[in-house]
């Protein structure tokens, strides 16, 4: 057998560059990154780690075992030495009943996806190669898998919350624990993985290397053609940099009328886009304007050419504030609101207290903000606080359409792993 090569730097970030535009690399914007401890997910996050400074594991601890907490802490410290932050996320309600291995599963995606919700991650990725893949494709073969399902797993999956990333898709894992090996990083085994109780285990088992080349082919075939259409559009996205408080720069419109009505109504929080005939005029000869509830006009100091931004004149009145509401279409708050008589409502020309920001005042003004009467009390995406108490409340970026809609990225769908 050949001696398998680790991968580099420089090659895991061209395999994340397909993924098109990500959150700039800030404290604010981390990437999640699902480890279990194991080779696979631990090598991912030293990949990730080298990409990108802003990254985050999440370590799920299903409290199966006897030892999987000391094992869960034991990754999280490794994690440490590789100045990888992370959280455990320990679960206590994996139902026993059925199929275990299913059960757990649901759980920690469940547990995976809230923790991403509430810290506001809207990229997680997961550490599975391409021996998952094959895997997945004969497992399917072998259940009668449709056309669709024979397509495995995609690089990428959306939900509305949260975009799953396989960046390693195509890697054998023989290359990862080479890239380990190669750090000296050490791993935890999860025996459970040459258990041939489960099936994928006995397929893994039975897997010799001509097998595993044929399987790859037929994979390649139908996944060749899904893959392809997902480049295409997040080659279109990639030139763009959306940002959850709620606007979206980029140097040029993309091409197509009804991305851009996506991006549009995703940042004035419409339900509709603009007419599919003004956008394709505006493609033709962008313009600053104000169209639809938003308005695209010169990027400034942001550094691209364009900015488009919740059109001020457009931006709703104040509403009562309670944990769950939707204000102004686009953003929802979230936690126990101290005060009854508080209200949501825009920072408006309070914005001014906040001129040291980054961010111009054009999108500073039209972010929410609570208030009790004319006193500020909150605004919680700039950190800013009347009193420590009112620093439980969040609002996440919500609009009908989201900035990872899976319509955004409609090849990228694919059922949820066997
Ligand atoms: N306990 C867990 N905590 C966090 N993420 C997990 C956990 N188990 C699995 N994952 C994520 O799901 C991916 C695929 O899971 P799978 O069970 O196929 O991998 P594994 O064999 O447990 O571990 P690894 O991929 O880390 O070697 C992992 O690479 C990892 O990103």
């Not at 996050?45 to 802490?73: C, K, P, T």
């Not at 935890?188 to 290397?209: G, H, K, M, Y």
């Amino acid at each position: 057998m050949r001696k398998a090569h680790p991968v580099g730097e420089s090659q895991f970030a061209s395999l994340m560059s397909v993924f098109g535009p990500f959150l700039p690399d800030e404290a604010r914007f981390p990437i999640g990154i699902a480890v279990s401890g194991g080779a696979d997910s631990l090598c991912l996050a030293w990949l990730m780690r080298r990409w990108r400074r802003a990254v985050l594991a999440l370590i799920v601890d299903h409290g199966l075992r006897d030892n999987s907490a000391a094992e869960a802490e034991e990754t999280a410290s490794r994690l440490q030495t590789l100045d990888i932050p992370s959280v455990i996320l320990r679960l206590d309600s994996v139902i026993r009943t059925g199929s275990l291995q299913k059960n757990a599963r649901i759980a920690r995606y469940e547990a995976l996806e809230a923790a991403c919700l509430s810290r506001g991650i809207l990229d997680l990725a997961l550490g599975h190669h391409e021996r998952d893949q094959v895997e997945t494709f004969l497992l399917r073969e072998a259940h009668g898998s449709s056309t669709h399902g024979l397509a495995a797993m995609a690089f990428a999956r959306e939900t509305p919350q949260l975009r799953y990333l396989r960046p390693l898709l195509e890697v054998a894992p023989e290359r990862l624990r080479a890239t380990l090996r190669q750090q000296g990083i050490q791993w935890v085994e999860d025996p459970s993985n040459r258990n041939p109780v489960f099936e994928r285990v006995r397929i893994r088992l039975s897997l010799d290397q001509s097998g595993h080349r044929a399987a790859r082919a037929q994979l390649a075939l139908h996944a060749g053609r899904r893959n392809e259409a997902a480049l295409v559009s997040a080659g279109a996205l990639s030139k763009l940099q959306a940002d959850p408080l709620g606007f979206v720069v980029m140097d040029s419109l993309p091409g197509d009328p009804a991305l851009l009505g996506r991006l549009w109504q995703s940042v004035s929080g419409a339900v509709y886009p603009p007419s599919p005939q003004a956008l394709a005029a505006l493609i033709a000869a962008p313009r600053p304007v104000t169209l639809g509830g938003a308005q695209l006009c010169a990027a400034g100091r942001l550094g691209k050419t364009w900015l488009l931004v919740r059109e001020p004149a457009a931006i709703a009145g104040r509403i009562a504030a309670q944990s769950g509401v939707t204000w102004d279409g686009r953003f929802t708050l979230r936690g126990e609101v101290p005060d009854p008589g508080t209200k949501i409502g825009a920072l408006g020309a309070e914005a001014r207290h906040f001129r040291d920001h980054t961010l111009p005042a054009k999108i500073l003004s039209g972010l929410p903000a609570l208030w009790i009467g004319t006193r500020l009390m909150a605004v919680p995406q700039l950190g800013a606080f009347a009193a420590p108490h009112w620093a439980r409340l969040r609002f996440s970026f919500s609009p009908a359409m989201p900035l990872s809609d899976p319509s955004f990225w409609p090849e990228y769908r694919e059922t949820v792993k066997t």
